[in-house]
């Protein structure tokens, strides 16, 4: 793996039904309601009935002093149980919702497979590859807090 490359892994296990957290995480248009972190995701393109291939542009602010831009597009879709995207921008790679039913919890991870193409992130990643992914780990943490409170507040 070079030092631009990063594969982060979140779990986290969300007191709702999978059928719940699977209706606000297939929303990404509502994230920037519930998920401090998410600033904007515009829908760039229609996906086929099941939402394959639509492409949202996401804006992100993070822990640290700067923010990212990239597009998804989503590549596959197991209704209940995955979601994947292929990033492109200032970020480069794939991200991979999977969920899994734990009696009345739902265990959730995400799979974050990405380069950074800012430049000076590229220069700087060798050294601060530790720093990105304690950032990482932060954006993903006031993920989880938002998704639990906007589940407490739709029942």
Known sequence: MRSTEFHLVTNWT????VEDVWRVLSAPETWPGWWPSVKQVTLVRLGDEAGIGAVHRMK???ALP?????????????????????????????????LRRDGA?????????????????VRLAFILKPVFSWNH?????RGRRGLVRRLAGDR
């Open 14 to 17: 969300i007191d709702a039904s």
């Open 60 to 62: 992100w602010s993070t």
């Open 66 to 98: 700067y923010d990212l831009a990239f597009d998804m597009e989503t590549t596959r879709i197991e209704p209940m149980s995955l979601i994947e995207g292929k990033a492109s921008g200032e970020l480069e790679g794939t991200g991979r919702w999977t």
């Open 105 to 121: 919890k739902c265990n959730v991870r995400y799979d974050w497979i990405v380069k950074v193409t800012k430049p000076w992130m």
């Open 137 to 141: 780990a932060i954006v993903m943490e």
